[in-house]
């Protein structure tokens, strides 16, 4: 009878990786520019613009992340974005201002700041570097920042090829 092949690193390992890749909010991103609700693309009028936002299909982003923008040079009053994003709250998942990156940025803010890192205390982390989804950098800053005051030890990349950040004395 052969012998049961045991991996120890796997097994007795007391690293503990996070993945911020685990955490990422599925869904669809849209990018709302609102250049073409402008008077040649600049000029907001508020008569004609209240039209637009009135007569268009909100329903079209029921479940969806959406950054609102505006890809010219126009400034855009404040209430602007603040009307939009009351059209879209009875259908997005979330919305913001600013580019898809800003979009994720703020999802990852919200997500690092909900986590119970008290499972983390006094452990060995490894924060996993590599990721297929857009992980912002930012999160990988407030990442560090909620996990420093309870780890023992962080490192980043992967198991076999870690680069040490912090170490408690």
């Known amino acids: 009878m052969a012998e049961e092949i045991i991996n120890r690193v796997a097994n007795n390992t007391k690293l503990f990786t996070i993945d911020l890749e685990d955490y990422y909010p599925e869904g ?23 039209k637009y936002v009135s007569d268009h299909d909100w329903s079209q982003y029921q ?8 890809s010219t040079d126009a400034i855009i009053p404040g209430w602007a974005y603040l009307l939009l994003t009351s059209s879209l709250m009875p259908f ?41 989804k857009p992980v912002p950098e930012s999160a990988y800053i407030e990442l560090i920042q909620k996990l420093q005051p309870v780890a023992k030890s962080i490192m980043y990349g992967e198991a076999c090829s870690s680069v040490p950040l912090f170490k408690r004395k």
């Open 28 to 50: 669809d991103r849209i990018l709302f520019d609102i250049k073409d609700w402008l008077f040649e693309g600049f000029i907001l009028k508020e008569k004609d613009f209240r």
């Open 92 to 132: 997005a998942k979330k919305v913001a201002v600013g580019s898809l990156e800003n979009l994720e940025t703020i999802l990852y803010t919200g997500i690092i700041n909900a986590l119970d890192v008290s499972e983390y205390q006094d452990k060995l982390l490894i924060i996993k570097g590599c990721s297929n």
């Open 63 to 70: 479940n969806k992340y959406v950054a609102l923008s505006c």
